[in-house]
């Protein structure tokens, strides 16, 4: 199998006074990204990093971050990208699982990274992107630990199509995120699939405006843009306005845009006009997935990126996301929809006795294919409950296939609400709490009900300036929506929780109280 560092040497090769990394005032050329990796790569091995180990990273958005990630996977070791809004205990528990045997992190990660570092049994390598002194961390310094070994060549580890390219932790319900092991066969096809979808090539510049850590900015189709010879701009976090200027400076071809940033996009050029004389020309398709797309957003971003594609998605951690795409010719006969699966992947819908359903029908939506993961980390009982006797993966969301084999996102099957035995999509109700022009953003999940059972409860989070009552919404809803499916009690907030990727995390909304401010 290609170790993917090989896509390094044959962009030097081929193109090594090109930009392979642009991050702020800092240009990478292939030449000097392969140079910095390969010294990066022979410091890990006489660190006693080696084939099969686990490496964390723990830092924002910046170049490090990918050289770590590729000196990694040159000496065949896989590389743990860790959540930066993780709490101490929770970053513990996810380097204990995976037994990871370094980290490389930045000073601000510093405390909780030494108090991890102290309550483990074994001893492990860190390094931090700064000379350590004054972070009160024993650590060696990143531009030292590379620059010791300058000059240095390290060929790419040999890797097999099962082994472990990278390692990360899914979100989700249980007590604990569950690990999910992405192979090298996981991520070419993913890569392969993005490149024939979007025909890419070395033409391609795109734009991480995501966390890395994320599948969305990391592989939408981030570092996959290499393989075809391209490159990558980074913004250090998401913010509209570097967003927009960074798109009219260097030009990227391509971004992933999850919903809330796509949202916080258009209503920044909303409230400030002079932001949208920034030119987007040069992007020719977004990405998007996360959650669903609210349909007026869609129609809004397309006003606002002219000469883009807009690729609605949908796909999961455990898939290296990307798994089906709405196609340009469809854009808008098809709106709504996140289109059909990429080569290789296949995907059904069955319903609750685990049978086919016809066209039309709601049911689970299940994947299978070599882009999908073959079982979580460590956890046996997790990987079972998670695949079909004949190997399909449960996604534990509700959608259901067009005629023409078009995949729409229904709910997530937890989030489906069962009110006096009729089923409520909540995708539904916010759709509708959207069309009302004073709502910026809304969340609907289920609250008990000694009648029903379950009822809607909606989170509403208003425009600036804008003034609206419950009354007026519930009055909104009940003219578009049966009775059954029109929220039962509206709560305005200032701001929906949400993790990295954009998802709103119903969870939290479930915990707050019902006497909440109304």
Same mark, same amino acid.
């Given at each position: 199998m290609f170790n993917l560092t090989r896509s390094l040497d044959r962009n030097a090769d081929r193109t090594p006074h090109e930009d392979a990394v642009v991050f702020r005032d800092t240009r990478l050329t292939h030449r000097q990204l392969l140079d910095r990796v390969n010294a990066l790569a022979a410091a890990f091995l006489e660190a006693g990093v080696g084939k099969g180990d686990i490496v964390a990273l723990l830092m924002g958005n910046?170049?490090?971050?990918?050289?770590?990630?590729?000196?990694?996977?040159?000496?065949?070791a896989a590389f743990l990208p860790l959540n930066v809004r993780l709490a101490e205990p929770e970053i513990e528990y996810i380097i204990r699982h995976a037994g990871a045997v370094a980290i490389v992190t930045e000073p601000s990660f510093a405390g909780p990274v030494a108090a991890i570092g102290e309550r483990l049994a074994t001893p492990w390598t860190v390094v931090i992107v700064s000379e350590g002194e004054g972070t009160? !961390?024993? #650590?060696?310094?990143?531009?030292?630990? $590379? %620059?010791? =070994? &300058?000059? /240095?060549? *390290?060929?790419?580890?040999?890797?097999?199509?099962?082994?472990?390219?990278?390692?990360?932790?899914?979100?989700?319900?249980?007590a604990h995120p569950k690990g999910v092991p992405i192979t090298y066969a996981n991520f070419y096809w993913k890569t392969i699939g993005?490149?024939?979808?979007?025909?890419?090539?070395?033409?391609?510049?795109?734009?991480?405006?995501?966390?890395?850590?994320?599948?969305?900015?990391?592989?939408?189709?981030?570092?996959?843009?290499?393989?075809v010879g391209g490159s990558l701009a980074i913004l250090p976090r998401f913010d509209v306005p570097d967003l927009l200027a960074t798109i009219e400076r260097e030009r990227p071809?391509?971004?992933?845009?999850?919903?809330?940033?796509?949202?916080?996009? !258009?209503? #920044?050029?909303?409230?400030?006009?002079? $932001? %949208?004389? =920034? &030119?987007? /020309?040069? *992007?020719?398709?977004?990405?998007?997935?996360?959650?669903?797309?609210?349909?007026?957003?869609?129609?809004?971003?397309?006003?606002?990126?002219?000469?883009?594609?807009?690729?609605?998605?949908?796909?999961?951690?455990?898939?290296?996301?990307?798994?089906?795409?709405?196609?340009?010719?469809?854009?808008l006969s098809k709106i709504g929809s996140v289109g059909k699966p990429v080569v290789g992947l296949d995907v059904t819908i069955l319903g609750p006795d685990d049978a086919p359903v016809e066209a039309g029908a709601a049911g689970e939506i299940l994947l299978r294919g070599p882009?999908?993961?073959?079982?979580?980390?460590?956890?046996?009982?997790?990987?079972?409950?998670?695949?079909?006797?004949?190997?399909?993966?449960?996604t534990g969301d509700i959608g259901h296939l067009d005629k023409d084999g078009y995949l729409y996102i229904d709910d997530r099957k937890k989030d489906?609400?069962?009110?006096?035995?009729?089923?409520?999509?909540?995708?539904?109700?916010?759709?509708?709490l959207y069309e009302n022009q004073a709502v910026l953003e809304a969340a609907v999940v289920a609250m008990p009900d000694a009648r029903w059972g379950e009822v809607p409860r909606a989170f509403i989070v208003l425009k600036p300036g804008e003034e609206l009552t419950a009354e007026a919404l519930v009055a909104h809803c009940r003219e578009r929506l049966a009775g059954f499916k029109t929220p039962k009690e509206i709560v305005f907030l200032d701001t929906l929780p949400r993790n990295p990727s954009g998802k709103v995390l119903k969870r939290q909304l479930r915990d707050i109280d019902s006497d909440a401010e109304r």
């Open positions: 910046r170049p490090e971050f990918l050289e770590s990630a590729l000196a990694v996977n040159r000496v065949g009160g !961390l024993a #650590a060696a310094g990143y531009e030292s630990f $590379l %620059g010791s =070994h &300058s000059g /240095a060549t *390290v060929p790419p580890a040999d890797v097999a199509e099962t082994d472990l390219h990278r390692l990360m932790y899914s979100s989700g319900t249980t993005h490149v024939a979808e979007f025909g890419m090539s070395a033409a391609d510049r795109t734009l991480m405006a995501g966390p890395m850590y994320h599948v969305g900015a990391f592989d939408l189709p981030g570092i996959g843009t290499w393989w071809t391509n971004v992933w845009l999850a919903p809330a940033m796509v949202n916080a996009t !258009l209503n #920044a050029i909303a409230q400030s006009p002079g $932001l %949208g004389d =920034h &030119s987007t /020309a040069s *992007v020719r398709f977004i990405t998007g997935g996360g959650e669903k797309m609210p349909l007026p957003l869609i129609e809004r971003l397309l006003a606002a990126f002219p000469n883009a594609r807009f690729a609605d998605a949908y796909g999961l951690t455990e898939t290296v996301s990307g798994d089906t795409f709405n196609d340009e010719a469809h854009t882009k999908v993961m073959s079982g979580y980390w460590k956890n046996p009982e997790a990987t079972a409950a998670a695949f079909t006797h004949d190997g399909w993966f449960r489906m609400i069962v009110s006096g035995g009729e089923n409520v999509a909540t995708s539904e109700v916010e759709r509708v």
